[in-house]
């Protein structure tokens, strides 16, 4: 069956270091997200990649990078992390199409910056 | 203003209890509408497509209002197997496309 997988489901870190959170999906799908998820924010869009090689930001996409050199995954990278990234991490998954499109998502990462 | 509204609840209901959510959104270029559902600690799940004229499954009505710019999800006869907190997203077309949650509506079905 068609999946979405993230890795690793859980991890701390320290401030300052890089991280990279990894998002694989079967579905051939062109489209992919990254959303975190704070308490009180709801799920809030991270960077998000229409296709080979394109890649946007999203409303909260300082201290984060993607890079979208195949279909299947789009990797999430911070630079340098900091306590504010402290989260859970969704990567999701749609179809190109117009006016439809369900968002298909990961199982989440964990992320603790200490 | 955020883009998308919802009451964050909690709602306390009884099992076998009706139960409803609605939902602003500010963009009228908004395009189409979704209800999810997420479970404590797991990630978001398509519950239901939310249609301009208004479409049922179950025990789930969802109903769109353009000119008020809402949405709504009406859980008949409501389980325990419910409780869970509900999301509202919006999809946008303008330009580029986005989907837009809002902060979820928690509920709790009580025995």
């Known amino acids: 069956d068609a999946e979405i997988t993230q890795s690793p489901r859980h991890k701390i870190t320290e401030t300052g270091r890089q991280v990279t959170l990894a998002c694989h999906q079967t579905?051939?799908?062109?489209?992919m997200f990254w959303y975190r998820q704070d308490l009180g924010h709801g799920l809030r869009l991270i960077h998000y990649?229409?296709?080979?090689?394109?890649?946007n930001k999203g409303e909260v996409s300082d201290g984060y990078s993607v890079s979208r050199s195949n279909t299947e995954d789009l990797p999430l990278t911070l630079e340098s992390a900091a306590s504010s990234q402290t989260s859970v991490y969704f990567c999701a998954s749609s179809e190109q199409i117009a006016n439809t499109g369900e968002l298909f998502f990961g199982e989440g990462s964990r992320l603790t910056v200490l | 203003r955020k883009e998308v509204e919802q009451d964050p609840g909690p709602f306390n209901v009884p099992e076998g209890a009706t139960v409803a959510f609605n939902c602003t959104y500010s963009?009228?270029?908004?395009?189409?509408f979704f209800w999810y559902r997420q479970d404590c600690r797991k990630e978001p799940k398509l519950l239901m497509s939310?249609?301009?004229s208004g479409n049922e499954d179950g025990r789930f009505t969802a109903q769109l209002n353009r000119a008020s710019q809402y949405i709504s999800l009406l859980i008949r006869d409501s389980k325990l197997s419910d409780s869970a907190t509900y999301l509202c997203?919006?999809?946008?077309?303008?330009?580029?496309?986005?989907?837009?949650f809002g902060t979820g509506t928690r509920l709790k079905v009580l025995a």
């Open positions: 939310v249609y301009s």
């Open positions: 997203v919006v999809k946008t077309t303008s330009g580029t496309y986005k989907y837009i």
């Open positions: 990649s229409y296709g080979v090689q394109d890649t």
């Open positions: 963009n009228s270029a908004s395009q189409s």
């Open positions: 579905w051939n799908h062109n489209n």
